[in-house]
């Protein structure tokens, strides 16, 4: 299998759109109520969302390609939450399509974008993850990345966890 990641661009949406939708929809279930999954991660909402993201240029999204087909995504940006100073950045989404988890393509993805920020001398890395979502916390910290004390109430009202990696 090759593998591939390189920036994404105006091309990519509908592909964005897809890999955040479906693995979402996949890797949510059971933690956010089904009528939200199916709207807010529509995939025509995720697509119009990247379509904006990448006229803006903010976040910064990378593609992740198996064999030539969309496999996942990761934006990096400003930090969205809290009173970081400049010394920080956010990693505000890491998503592979169900068919490519456990192939190493999630952490071939988010140690490409550790590398890419540490490119720009930031040092200071926070994330969110949902509580519930076990699976992520579990990989987050594989990587190196540490519960950072701090939570806050989701727009889906669920708990999301500050994971910091520094």
Not at 35 to 51: H, P
Not at 92 to 105: D, K, M, Q, T
């Amino acid at each position: 299998m090759s593998r591939l990641i390189r920036y994404a661009n105006s091309n990519d949406a509908e592909a964005l759109g897809k890999i955040h939708s479906q693995s979402s929809q996949e890797g949510y279930k059971g933690i956010i109520p089904d009528d939200v999954l199916y709207d807010v991660f529509s995939l025509e909402r995720r697509t119009s969302r990247f379509i904006s993201e990448l006229s803006i240029g903010e976040p910064k999204t990378a593609i992740v390609f198996e064999d030539d087909k969309p496999a996942g995504l990761i934006s990096i940006g400003k930090c969205r939450y809290g009173n970081n100073d400049e010394s920080w950045i956010e990693i505000w989404r890491v998503y592979i399509i169900r068919e490519f988890w456990g192939s190493g393509a999630a952490k071939d993805l988010i140690e490409w974008g550790i590398n890419e920020i540490k490119k720009t001398g930031i040092k200071n890395i926070e994330l969110w993850v949902l509580e519930e979502n076990m699976r992520a916390r579990g990989f987050y910290e594989k990587i190196g990345f540490k519960h950072g004390d701090t939570s806050m109430m989701s727009d889906s009202g669920d708990i999301e966890l500050r994971y910091i990696m520094q």
